[in-house]
C-alpha cells in the first residue's frame, strides 16, 4: 500500500533506501525502532519469537505492503522478527518524526496515516480467519491459494500456474500451525490425487486444485 502520504515523503527525499538477501534480517525481536518499512520489492517475513524459542512466521507481505506500524503508536520496540525471503527485497524506511510533521502540514494525510494501520490490522485478521479453518489440508490449500495470489510466477497459465515459494517445508508447517510429518502427509495425498507438484520450494498448482479448492472452500465455515 503506496499511500499518498508515502508518495511524498519519497518526492521529498525523506526516506532511507536498503537492499536484502534471501534470509538477511532486516529488524530483530526487540529491536528500537522509530520508523515504517515499505517493501518496495521482494518479500518480507514477520516471524514471532516464542518463549521456547521457536520461530513462528504468522504473515508473508509483498510488494507495496507496510510493516513496522506499531512505532505510529509509540511502540518504539518490536514484539517480531522481519526477514527477506527474497533474494532481492528492497525497503524505504520512513522516520515516525517525518510522518508525523508531514501530516501536521497537511490534515488530509491523517486518512492516509489510518489506512497504514488499518492494512496491518487486515493482514493479522485475515491470518487468524485462515488459523481457524478446523483441518491442516484445508489451511494448506488456503495457504497455496494465498501463495498463489502473492507468488505465482508470470508463465502461470489457466492450466496450472508456478509458484516459488518463500518457505521452507518447515516454515510452511509452522505457517498453518502443523508439524512437518503432517504437513508432508498432506502434500503427498494432494500430489496423489494430482492436484498439485511439490519440490522443495517449486509448486505447480493444477487445473484441477482450483477446482477442488471450490468446491470445498464454501463448507470450511459451514459446520
Not at 479453518?133 to 494465498?146: H, K, N
Request: hydrophobic share 35%.
Amino acid at each position: 500500500m503506496k499511500t499518498q502520504l508515502l508518495n511524498t515523503l519519497v518526492e521529498k527525499g525523506l526516506y532511507k533506501c536498503s537492499n536484502y538477501t534471501l534470509n538477511e534480517t532486516i529488524l530483530k525481536c526487540k529491536c528500537y525502532s522509530n520508523s515504517i518499512y515499505l517493501i518496495k520489492e521482494g518479500i518480507v517475513k514477520i516471524m514471532q519469537i516464542t518463549y521456547e524459542g521457536e520461530e513462528i512466521v504468522p504473515v508473508l507481505l509483498t510488494k507495496g505492503q507496510v510493516f513496522g506500524n506499531d512505532a505510529i503508536y509509540g511502540e518504539f520496540y518490536t514484539t517480531y522478527k522481519s526477514e527477506s525471503a527474497h533474494e532481492n527485497t528492497l525497503i524505504y524506511e520512513f522516520s515516525i518524526a517525518d510522518i508525523r510533521a508531514t501530516v501536521r502540514n497537511n490534515i488530509t494525510f491523517h486518512k492516509d496515516l489510518l489506512l497504514l494501520l488499518k492494512e496491518e490490522h487486515y493482514q493479522a485478521e485475515r491470518r487468524i480467519k485462515s488459523l481457524r479453518i478446523r483441518s491442516a489440508e484445508e489451511r494448506l490449500i488456503l495457504t497455496f491459494i494465498e501463495f498463489f495470489n502473492k507468488f505465482k510466477h508470470p508463465s502461470s497459465t489457466e492450466e496450472q500456474a508456478f509458484i516459488k515459494s518463500p518457505l521452507t517445508q518447515d516454515e510452511l508447517a509452522s505457517y498453518i500451525r502443523t508439524s512437518r510429518v503432517t504437513t508432508n502427509q498432506i502434500i503427498n495425498l494432494l500430489k496423489s490425487k494430482s492436484l498439485i507438484e511439490y519440490n522443495n520450494k517449486e509448486i505447480v498448482l493444477k487445473k484441477d486444485f482450483f477446482t477442488y479448492y471450490k468446491k470445498t472452500s464454501n463448507s470450511w465455515y459451514m459446520t
